[in-house]
């Protein structure tokens, strides 16, 4: 039977010496390389399905949380199980279902987490939660090809970032004129988000962050006018009366209480997201200044198929980055976990194998 290695995740027993041990904040992991064969739960597909052989992988900022679950579960349960992580991947087409016309072997694919419903109207978002498990099983309507000028690497970084960005920047309607803040500079979604908006030449770009320094020396790339750092705002002498017209965060929770009190007139707050710091909103103080300043806050969970394609089309004409701190491959897990989850990078960090 055909067997194909796969990343792992396990908890480590004291003085085991399988794998390598890393401490994620605080929690002890094991990460391995192992070979596991192909079964028949994988090679019998039904009439709609893709079987795809993942040939690179990556995380995100929720995978972290995942992995606190898998170890909660071996905890409770006095178990010492694995499993498989991660969310973005790439892959080829390695058998397809009777009826799948989309598909064929050899294909490459990445996948399309669009939401809320999936092209075949089932119900629609992130497709795995164990990407670097090696052979998996798909509907047809969860994928997408790669175009030919996009390497696996960057196939592997792509579609989270891009369709939600695509999304937040349609639904905060930018007209000319308008003074854009994007939070968070160098999570993923942020990246998205500027890669969209630097075309745009008749709007003011800025961008906050806790390390200016590094967002700096991306400055031009983006068009950016300034980059802030969180302190700036503590002090209104250092905005000189700047109001935003748009804000585009991914992490709400940290940012609104501060930031709510520099909206201009009929601003729109745009976010996809909460951080997991546990960070207590000021909901009085956000709402006073959403409802003094006649702005809208808007919600955005993912994208579309439409916003997946528009900003692969995007790419194909070379129009957006697709922004890659870092890759590894074969025994390298120890600076791939340790990158992804540990260390501040600039872009995605990806596992080819």
Do not use: W
Not at 191 to 214: N, Q, S, V
Not at 265 to 275: A, D, E, K, P, V
Request: proline share 3%; hydrophobic share 35%.
């Amino acid at each position: 039977m055909e067997k194909y290695s796969n990343v792992i995740v396990f908890e480590p027993e004291l003085d085991s010496n399988d794998g390598v041990q890393i401490s994620i904040d605080q929690d002890e992991y094991g990460f391995s390389l192992v070979d596991i064969p192909m079964n028949h739960y994988e090679t019998d597909l039904d009439d709609f399905s893709v079987l795809v052989r993942i040939n690179a992988f990556s995380c995100n900022y929720r995978d972290k949380g995942y992995l606190k679950l898998f170890l909660n579960r071996c905890h409770d349960q006095k178990k010492h199980y694995y499993s498989f992580f991660g969310s973005e991947f790439s892959g080829e087409v390695i058998k397809v279902g009777r009826l799948v016309k989309s598909f064929k072997r050899g294909d490459r694919v990445m996948p399309d987490h669009c939401y809320p419903f999936k092209t075949d109207r089932i119900m629609g978002g992130i497709i795995t939660n164990i990407a670097s498990k090696r052979i998996q099983r798909f509907r047809e309507s969860e994928l997408i090809k790669i175009p030919d000028n996009m390497t696996d690497v960057e196939a592997a970084a792509f579609s989270l970032s891009a369709m939600t960005s695509n999304s937040m920047v349609k639904k905060a309607n930018i007209t000319s004129g308008d003074k854009v803040l994007v939070t968070s500079f160098f999570s993923n979604t942020a990246f998205g988000c500027l890669e969209i908006l630097k075309e745009l030449k008749d709007i003011e770009l800025y961008a906050l962050t806790t390390h200016p320094d590094g967002a700096n020396q991306l400055k031009g790339h983006f068009n950016l006018k300034k980059v802030f750092n969180p302190s700036d705002f503590m002090d209104n002498s250092k905005m000189e009366g700047l109001l935003f017209n748009v804000i585009l965060d991914p992490f709400v929770d940290i940012h609104i209480d501060c930031l709510s009190n520099y909206l201009n007139f009929n601003s729109r707050y745009i976010t996809c997201g909460i951080s997991n710091n546990k960070t207590t909103v000021n909901l009085q103080n956000a709402c006073y200044n959403l409802i003094k300043s006649n702005s809208v806050l808007i919600g955005n969970c993912l994208g579309t198929r439409k916003d997946l394609e528009e900003v692969t089309q995007k790419y194909v004409d070379g129009r957006y980055v697709i922004h890659i701190d870092s890759v590894y491959t074969g025994d390298q897990l120890l600076p791939f976990i340790s990158r992804t989850f540990n260390e501040r990078h600039t872009g995605k960090v990806i596992y080819k194998y």
